[in-house]
């Protein structure tokens, strides 16, 4: 990768910026991702391919468990450290980087944050070393954005099991998972309060993958419909109590979504560099297309949005690294991370908009890189909760400020 994009001399001044040791991080998740990943990218885009070497590496590389401390096989850091890691590995291939995350942040972290200690010893070491791909269950057909009011997947204790009956959609690494962890309703009388979460191994007698979807964007990171006929889950696997899955949600709620910042920065960050290098390198009229004013503005327009999104995500990752659990939900913080990753997902929409436009018609060619990015960036609009969600949540909070003040 050229010096700007992991040197961070070249980054502007900011209210808070990385420490020695986090770009220590940065760069060699960067290198990693360069040596290992980038070279995946292009079939996993042509073909929806999973590579399946790819996580043992990443957790023989130490770039799983980030925030899981040492003893189950962790790393013991935080999420500023996570996010960076994200950020780095987005820069060469997003696909895996959203794998990744979904893998570590979703599944790997919450069963620690959540689990008890059994739960813990029993999953976190093979997660860690990327032995096991980890998933999260939460989304159901029909439910899209009310995930907790319209849930319709049960589960009903038999003995020393529970039985889970329904469905969830667009699961990111639902096809290649071996451990999931599922949100299913115990008592349906409590609506949302009534809710329970589940640790689920991909061969419990009951559970299949309906089908793998194929996406417009980040293809190859694998995604399915899940299906759960009668699927047998031993009571032990519960996580966090009967009844007590609002508060595992909320809990990682505002984990996730600081984690979708960093992605998109890594993306805009690739996006800039490459469209500076094709600014230097394509003629027309006798000269770089660089040296006219147009494209000067629009490479102009990109680098600010870049700095501006690296600033606003390292400040939240850093603020919800405090979260502690049973925190999350609500209160500024929820109200900074719906915000961050609305600013960051709007914002690499547009870097990639223009990035394309600097590359012309060779942007338009499906093989292309730039392309590659761009048809990337409409998912974190949609996503973990779509623009529209987040701006209720933030007028929501901003509001609620105004009456206690008022």
Known sequence: ????????????????????????????????????????????????????DAFPKIGEAGFFGITVPEEYGGVGLDMLSAGVVLQGFARWNHAMALAWVAHDNL????????????????????????????????????????????????ARRDGDH??????????????????????AKTDKEKGAHGISAF??????????????????????????????????????????????????????LDLERSMISPLCLGIAER????????????????????????????????????????????????????????EGGRGDIHMMTAASVMYAANSVNTVLDKAVQIHGGSGYIWESEINRLYRSTKLMEIGAGTTEVRKMIISGELLKGMTRNG
């Not at 992991?6 to 986090?22: G, I, K, R, V, Y």
């Not at 790997?108 to 980890?134: H, S, V, W």
């Not at 039985?163 to 639902?174: A, F």
């Not at 040296?291 to 327009?301: D, G, H, I, K, Y």
Request: hydrophobic share 40%.
């Open 1 to 52: 990768m050229s010096s700007h994009a992991t040197d961070n001399s070249h980054a502007a001044p900011s209210a808070f910026d990385l420490t020695e040791d986090q770009i220590a991080i940065l760069d060699g998740a960067d290198r990693f991702a360069k040596a290992e990943l980038y070279g995946l990218s292009e079939r996993m885009d042509n073909e929806e391919w999973w590579p399946e």
């Open 107 to 154: 599944c790997l972290n919450n069963i620690y944050r959540n689990g008890n200690e059994a739960q813990r010893k029993k999953y976190l070491p093979d997660l860690c070393a990327g032995r096991k791909i980890g998933a999260l269950g939460l989304t159901e057909p029909g439910a899209g954005s009310d995930a907790l009011g319209s849930m319709r997947t049960t």
């Open 162 to 183: 529970y039985v889970l009956n329904g469905s969830k959609i667009y699961i990111t690494n639902g096809p290649v998972a071996d451990v999931l962890l599922v949100y």
């Open 199 to 252: 640790i689920v191994e991909k061969d419990y007698p009951g559970f299949q993958v309906a089908q793998k979807l194929k996406k417009m964007g980040y293809r190859g990171s694998q995604t399915a419909e899940l299906v759960f006929d009668n699927c047998r889950v031993p009571a032990e696997n519960l996580v966090g109590g009967e009844n007590r899955g609002v508060a595992v949600v909320m809990s990682g």
């Open 271 to 326: 996006a800039l560099e490459l469209s500076i290098d094709y600014a230097k390198t394509r003629q027309q009229f006798g000269k770089p297309i660089g040296s006219f004013q147009m494209v000067q503005s629009m490479l102009a327009e990109m680098y600010v949005l870049v700095e501006t999104m690296r600033t606003f995500t390292y400040r939240t990752l850093a603020e919800a690294a405090k979260v502690e659990i049973g």
